[in-house]
């Protein structure tokens, strides 16, 4: 168990439809971090927030946002839903005292229908 | 980011030692060499990290060549459980304060032969 929690765990949704996933971090960690698996593409970077502010964006879609509160929760907004969306999504957290690493949680699986 | 090339496949019997190659010929001074793994049906979990020297910890042993253009990640002793794709990833330390976005590649996927 990494520390890091993500709901839900599965998501099955229609296209054009709007969902929100959940992260929660690391007792402790300031930054979060998106990623997305599929299939064809691999695990690919989206975002990543520190202490509640925007830090790197890399290849996220307009459709999607994300934002952290101040309790260090973050959420992935995902909107007009298209079946190449269907992926796992990661979070993942870390500590910017630690070596760098990043512990990633369960991950959420979207399927669009 | 700098770029990192595995074999895509590896298989070693259980109880055996593994050794899991990354090439890493334009890393920078300043990269870090990283590597997770990723279960079936888990999120990416770390496993090491280092600079210039060897390293070891209680999951794995990291070989990094004296030119730093290579590395090897060494599992002492090869269980079922670490059947998993593994990655090695390059990290610049002096990114900017915050940004420190892992880029995976394919890895290598690790199979254990009872």
């Known amino acids: 168990d990494s520390g890091v929690t993500q709901t839900p765990k599965h998501l099955i949704t229609a296209t054009g439809q709007r969902v929100t996933l959940r992260c929660s971090p690391r007792s402790g960690d300031l930054s979060v971090y998106w990623y997305q698996q599929s299939l064809d593409q691999g695990l690919q970077f989206l975002i990543q927030y520190y202490n509640g502010e925007e830090r790197a964006k890399g290849n996220i879609l307009e459709r999607f946002s994300a934002q952290q509160f101040p309790d260090l929760h973050s959420e992935l907004n995902l909107s007009s839903l298209e079946l190449g969306d269907s992926a796992l999504y990661f979070c993942?957290?870390?500590?910017?005292?630690?070596?760098?690493?990043?512990?990633f949680g369960p991950g959420t699986r979207l399927t669009v229908t | 980011d700098a770029k990192t090339t595995q074999p895509n496949s590896m298989e070693s019997n259980e109880e055996e030692p593994v050794h899991l190659p990354c090439n890493h010929s334009t890393i920078s001074g300043t990269d870090y060499i990283h590597w997770y793994r990723q279960l079936p049906s888990q999120g990416p979990e770390y496993v090491i990290h280092g600079l210039t020297s060897n390293v070891n910890n209680r999951m794995a042993s990291l070989a990094i060549a004296e030119d730093r253009k290579s590395s090897t990640l060494i599992l002492h002793r090869a269980t079922l459980r670490d059947a998993a794709v593994y990655y090695c990833i390059l990290r610049d330390i002096e990114g900017d304060f915050g940004n420190e976005k892992l880029t995976f590649g394919t890895g290598t996927r690790l199979t254990i032969i009872p």
């Open positions: 993942a957290s870390s500590d910017p005292g630690g070596g760098g690493e990043q512990y």
